[in-house]
């Protein structure tokens, strides 16, 4: 719940953003079915590792081998009281999660697993290009100096291991001649190994798309200790200033955890990864301070058939903002908005001074606020949709004085968006939730979880 105010102040410029995720039972990366659907994941149940994983894909189905074990119907009837009933076949157990690894080790497994697995129509002496859509964590989709750093080690242990991959840059026109792709996630996991609670380790999901066949060809999967690992958003999406879902993100998510090879790459990622090497582009133009030209390549990127993402609304907002743009950033942020709106769901980064309902007073991170707010009263108005504003904080404290605050904070932000809009006095309701809905769940209180302490608007019934 509390925050280092000092650390605040230097590890942030503006409120950081709340990027995607979703999941999916997976052979290979596994996490809990019921963490299928929903972002941020709800709180797991009790769930036996062993059920997290699913079996091989040669383990027998229990049901069928019943059905063929079972008695013919056409047996006579006074033999089955002097003959022992067949016995169920014992189901074979799934397999162990692999054990957790150092990181370096972990990464360097997982790899070796992808790049060396890879089953390819032209053989071990045919030449690949390949590119890196930079990876993501599992839960939030946001890219940290850890997932950077995993990208690089990747692009060297190819180049040193792996001659018969070409590794080109992530980019439009290197992906308009449907390469390999290679996409990866670094999900927190508790001791389960599920995504709720505290994490105590991540998982390492690799997987390998053929653009031209539509289908993945290789899989890595480990676990890693958190020693040494340094999960800070990269700068965009620290500054960014909201999360939703988004489908994009999702589509890359789906693609690479809940298969394995010979699956079909996810329409939703296919669909989208010409103008997702756009947008990377954009990002790292952004993270390189060269706002122009960031503003352009979201601009192009906006202007796709499949640009209505997330990300580039974010972008918009941020470059506009950094170029002094105010009024065309106010119109970005109301763009956020209004996707946030299409998906019933937006989380905003207001950071509040630790222990209290005021929000920062450094002009530098609370200066958007009224900007964000006035947006947000004035597209949900507009939309005429109800809305229950959701208060987080993340686990550092007791439970319930993290609830009230977290409540007391919710209420807050309703009273600022009615004073913009009478109308929603009506149409808003205010609620807490402490900790109980953690994405990140690391406890740190700094830059790598500060999305755990969240405002977020959904859209409600009337």
């Known amino acids: 719940m509390k925050t280092?105010?000092?650390?605040?102040?230097r590890v942030r410029r503006y409120p950081m953003s709340l990027s995607l995720a979703a999941s999916a039972l997976v052979v290979g990366c596994a996490v809990p079915p019921e963490q299928s659907s929903s972002y941020p994941p709800a709180p797991a149940a009790a769930t036996p590792s062993a059920q997290v994983y699913a079996p091989s894909p040669s383990t027998s189905s229990p049901s069928s081998a019943a059905v063929a074990q079972a008695p013919s119907s056409a047996a006579p009837a006074a033999a089955a009281p002097s003959s022992p009933a067949p016995s169920s076949p014992t189901a074979a157990a799934p397999p162990p999660p692999p054990p957790v690894l150092p990181y370096d080790q972990a990464v360097l497994n997982a790899a070796n697993a992808l790049l060396g697995g890879a089953q390819l129509a032209g053989g071990d002496s045919a030449k690949y290009t390949l590119v890196i859509d930079p990876l993501i964590d599992g839960v939030t989709g946001?890219?940290?100096?850890?997932?950077?750093?995993?990208?690089?080690?990747?692009?060297?242990?190819?180049?040193?291991?792996?001659?018969?991959?070409?590794?080109?840059?992530?980019?439009?026109?290197?992906?308009?001649?449907?390469?390999?792709v290679l996409i990866g996630t670094f999900t927190g996991v508790n001791a389960q190994r599920q995504t709720a609670g505290v994490r105590e380790a991540y998982r390492i999901c690799f997987?390998?798309?053929?653009?031209?066949?539509?289908?993945?060809?290789?899989?890595?999967?480990?676990?890693?200790?958190?020693?040494?690992?340094?999960?800070?958003?990269?700068?965009?999406?620290?500054?960014?200033?909201?999360?939703?879902?988004?489908?994009?993100t999702l589509g890359y998510i789906r693609t690479c955890q809940g298969t394995k090879p010979g699956d079909p790459i996810n329409p939703l990622y296919v669909d989208r990864v010409l103008t997702g090497a756009t947008i990377s582009e954009?990002?790292?133009?952004?993270?390189?301070?060269?706002?122009?030209?960031?503003?352009?390549?979201?601009?192009?990127?906006?202007?796709?058939?499949?640009?209505?993402?997330?990300?580039?609304?974010?972008?918009?907002?941020?470059?506009?903002?950094?170029?002094?743009r105010r009024a065309a950033a106010a119109e970005s942020f109301g763009k956020v908005v209004d996707f946030g709106v299409q998906n019933k769901r937006l989380a905003?980064?207001?950071?509040?001074?630790?222990g209290t309902t005021a929000f920062f007073s450094d002009p530098a991170v609370s200066g958007p606020y009224p900007i964000w707010?006035?947006?947000?009263?004035?597209r949900t108005?507009?939309?005429?949709?109800?809305?229950?504003?959701?208060?987080?904080?993340?686990?550092?404290?007791?439970?319930?004085?993290?609830?009230?605050?977290?409540?007391?904070?919710?209420?807050?932000?309703?009273?600022?968006?009615?004073?913009?809009?009478?109308?929603?006095?009506?149409?808003?309701?205010?609620?807490?939730?402490?900790?109980?809905?953690?994405?990140?769940?690391?406890?740190?209180?700094?830059?790598?979880?500060?999305?755990?302490?969240?405002v977020e608007f959904k859209v409600i019934g009337c």
Request: charged letters at 25%; a positive charge.
């Open 4 to 9: 280092n105010l000092i650390e605040w102040a």
């Open 142 to 180: 946001m890219q940290s100096n850890a997932t950077r750093s995993m990208g690089e080690r990747l692009v060297k242990l190819i180049q040193e291991k792996y001659p018969r991959f070409d590794v080109q840059r992530f980019s439009a026109s290197n992906v308009s001649k449907s390469p390999l």
């Open 207 to 248: 997987a390998l798309a053929d653009l031209k066949t539509g289908k993945l060809v290789s899989k890595g999967l480990a676990f890693a200790q958190t020693d040494g690992v340094d999960a800070t958003p990269i700068t965009y999406f620290q500054d960014a200033p909201a999360w939703t879902e988004d489908p994009a």
């Open 282 to 324: 954009g990002i790292d133009a952004y993270n390189a301070g060269r706002y122009k030209e960031s503003l352009e390549l979201f601009e192009n990127a906006l202007n796709t058939p499949q640009g209505n993402q997330l990300r580039v609304y974010n972008g918009l907002y941020l470059a506009n903002w950094k170029l002094g």
């Open 348 to 354: 905003t980064k207001f950071l509040f001074r630790p």
């Open 373 to 378: 707010l006035k947006e947000i009263a004035s």
């Open 381 to 454: 108005s507009t939309a005429n949709v109800c809305l229950e504003i959701t208060g987080h904080t993340s686990a550092t404290g007791p439970a319930p004085l993290n609830e009230r605050l977290s409540a007391l904070r919710a209420e807050y932000v309703k009273k600022r968006l009615e004073t913009e809009a009478p109308l929603l006095v009506k149409r808003t309701i205010a609620n807490g939730v402490g900790s109980r809905e953690n994405m990140v769940g690391n406890g740190r209180d700094d830059a790598t979880d500060a999305l755990d302490r969240r």
